[in-house]
Structure formats: C-alpha cells, structure tokens
C-alpha cells in the first residue's frame, strides 16, 4: 500500500558530543521516508530551495521513493540547528529557519491522490491539516508527529491537527509539554481524549510505549552502546512503524506491537551515525536482524 508523507526536507548542522555535522540532509520527510521505503512504497510531499542539489534527491530515489510531490522553490531549504548534551535525550536547538516552508501551500499531484496510509510528519501543523483536507475520505489510516516548537506557537492548530489522527508519535516531554501532564499514562489518555485512538510515546533511549483504547505495550530501547547523532530517531521510528502497518494493510492491536517494534528498529538505526548515513547503507536483511533482536530482548519464560 502506498503510503504518503509530508514534512520537512531540510539541512541540519548537528552537534554532538561525538562530532559535528555542519550541513547534512535531514528534515521529518526525509527521516521518515527512507525509515518506511523498507516496507512500502513511499510517496514524498515537501519543499526544497535552489540549494537541494540532484545529488541529495539521489539519496531518495536510491530507496525508490516517489518524489514528484517535492516542490522547488526560490530561496533555501528549511535549516535547523541542534545541540545534545551528553545526556542524548537532552537537545537544544539553536537555530530553526522555515526558509521555503513560510509560504509553502502543499498540492499533491493528481498520482498521489489515491494513497491509503498517510503521515503527517513534523511541519507547520496548518500544512498537516492542509495535506489531510486535500486527500480526503479515501484514506485509511493518517499518523501524525509534532514538536514543541508548534505545540507551544501554534497551540489551536495543533489541537485541530490531532483531532484528525488515528495514530499520534510524540515524545515523552512534549507529551507533557501539550496536556500539561507529567504522568506519562495519564498524558497519553489525555492526548487520546483530544483525537487518535492510538498514542506512542517516545522516550529515546528508554524505549517507547504504545497506548490505545484496548491494548498498552512498552519495547527497551536497542541498547547502543555509541550514539552518535540521535537527530531523525523519532521520525524514523515513525517510518518503521507506518511504514509496516501500510505494508501489512492492517492495524489491530497484534500489528500495532509488531509496528512499534520495527519503529524502534529503525530508529536504532538512525543513530549509528550524523544524519541519514546510516539510513543509506544497511539493508533489509539488517532490518530482520534487528527486529529478532528485539523478539529476543523482550522474550521471557513465565
Ligand atoms: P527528530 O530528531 O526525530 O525529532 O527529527 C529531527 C529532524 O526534524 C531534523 O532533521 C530537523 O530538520 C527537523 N525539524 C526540526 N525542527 C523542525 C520544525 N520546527 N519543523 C519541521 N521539521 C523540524
């Protein structure tokens, strides 16, 4: 099943107490689009500036994924800049420039219209509603990310964002951050009240748990030991876990805890190295591997 994202396609400069990376592809889009071109089809929706070189679209059309849904525009592509401390899950971003994205208006072309699994990844969540308004009823499942930088500069739209998922990724303190709540499980029933049946809450290196209105599930983080650039997990996670879900076309409780596993998954991989490289070079049968390493990280006899 084809399944379509919109987010960012952006430059990072990324530092870490491994290293920096002064300008290296990233973006929600890009993250999430090559986690989930190893399950399915993946149909990108976005904008680039003058700066997005053939180069870097190879990096897309390498994993086949679909980008006649990736408008270039005059200026420069969306910049983002971020620090970790040397705790991972602890990240300053210094700087966010939308660039292309200020008066972006998505159009998804006439061959996109028919896709039946979408993800709204982290942009302006007017642009997410704009994308989930143009497809229509034909759409079976929609996911959803956001962040605190539109949780707390754009709170009303955030809210209409969410009650149009089925599915919402989020990380542990911007789950606080957007019901105010610091319990974990009473956040997430929170955020189900405002829409999606399904929340996942993210927690780095912690792992991730998934709650719904019949089932709750939690998965360790893959222990790696050498984290180089954490930047992209969560988007990757988000790939992985739609991702299988559009392959397998179903999503009752059985299939959700398969697809959060394959989002950790890919998210462990993301972090092996500064922005995609990673992405690039493993294989799906890296991606089996993985995944019986978590089937046997939460096995155990009763
Ligand atoms: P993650 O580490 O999964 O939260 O994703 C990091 C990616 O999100 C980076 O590649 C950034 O380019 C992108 N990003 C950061 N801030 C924003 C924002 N406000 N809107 C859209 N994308 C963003």
Redesign the pocket.
Known sequence: MSLLVV??V?F?DITTPRGRAPRVL???G??FGLAASFFTQVRLVGVVGEDFTDADEAIFKKRGIDTRGLERAKGKC?F?A?EYESDPNV?H?TK?ELNV?EHFSPKLPAEYMDSEYLFL????PTLQCQVRDQLGPRVKLVGGDT?N??ITGMPAEVRRFLSRLHILTI?DSEAHLLTGEHNLHRAARAIIAMGPATVVIKRGEHGATLYGTSDYFGVPGYPLEDVFD????????AGGMLGYLAQQNRWDDAALRRAVVYGSVMGSFACERFGVDRLTEITSADVDARYREFIALTRFDA
């Open positions: 987010g960012s952006a990072d990233g973006g929600s890009t993250y969306f983002w971020g990240r971003t966010t994205f990844g982290n942009i302006a962040m930088f539109w990380n954490p930047t992209g997990a969560g988007d990757c996670f």
